[in-house]
């Protein structure tokens, strides 16, 4: 096992979502990803960078850019990406390609991360567990599952990623 530090990008999605009753809609807020790490006594040391606040739907170009940017800049050469589900594979690809020799996995939720009922605790944690033993390389962590991000699908119907 490592003890290097694991830079956690985060970027918005789902995981970053609250829900606002008198607007009826969900808004991606400040990220509660530091609170999820402090309260499931995360021992490895980490860092937390946000990157941006969008709904991966809404990532053009410019933002998968940005991300493989901080990801490349970046002294870690372990990296976490929480990252929207619905465009995950697009940007895994683009990491694929723009960011060689590091470890990295995109995590998200189906739920948000402030739900009772979320799948966010435990995405996270498989992201970190991958990052800390998997070899340089681009994953999905995601329904108790680690996929190589470059053969991988989001399942709409199914509420699920499969490999391909």
């Given amino acids: 096992m490592t003890q290097q530090a694991i830079l956690v990008l985060t970027t918005g999605g789902t995981i970053d979502k609250a829900y606002f009753d ?15 790490l402090r309260e499931a006594r995360v021992a490895v040391p980490f860092r937390v960078v946000e990157v941006m606040r969008k709904d991966s739907l809404e990532l053009d170009d410019a933002d998968r850019a940005a991300i493989a940017a901080a990801a490349r800049d970046a ?6 990406v929480t ?3 619905d465009t995950m594979t697009e940007t895994a690809k683009v990491l694929a390609s ?29 992201a970190f567990a991958t990052v800390q033993v998997a070899p340089p390389g681009v994953y999905i962590a995601m329904s108790g599952q680690v ?8 399942d709409r119907e199914a509420g699920k990623f499969v490999a391909l």
Avoid: W
């Fill in 22 to 36: 008198a607007l009826s809609e969900y808004q991606i807020v400040d990220s509660g990803i530091p609170a999820l």
């Fill in 75 to 80: 002294a870690e050469t372990r990296i976490v």
């Fill in 83 to 85: 990252h929207g589900t």
């Fill in 98 to 126: 723009q960011v060689p020799g590091k470890t990295l996995c995109l995590t998200g939720a189906l739920s948000p991360a402030r739900f009772a009922e979320t799948d966010a605790n435990f995405n996270l944690g498989m």
């Fill in 147 to 154: 996929f190589d991000g470059l053969k991988v699908r989001k």
